[in-house]
């Protein structure tokens, strides 16, 4: 299965079936840069986790993070 680039990720359907963004796929999404998603992960603002040296945002908790979602919905 082919994952989408950064490039094409630019709607809300971009994440459906996705668990996990990149730094650099979350950063093109909100049309910010890749260091200001970074600031906001080392403060916490922004979940995330690491898995070995490589740093990954859970969809789920974006979703809620940015009100697409009710964060209380199971």
Do not use: H, Y
């Not at 994952?3 to 650099?24: H, I």
């Not at 950063?27 to 995330?48: F, Y």
Request: glycine share 6%; hydrophobic share 40%.
């Amino acid at each position: 299965m082919r994952t989408a680039s950064a490039r094409t990720l630019r709607t809300q359907a971009d994440l459906e079936g996705r668990l996990f963004l990149t730094v650099t796929e979350l950063a093109a999404l909100m049309q910010l840069d890749p260091r200001t998603v970074r600031r906001g992960i080392e403060d916490g603002s922004i979940p995330s986790i690491r898995v070995g040296r490589s740093t990954r945002i859970p969809v789920p908790k974006i979703r809620a993070l940015i009100g697409l979602v009710d964060p209380t919905a199971a």
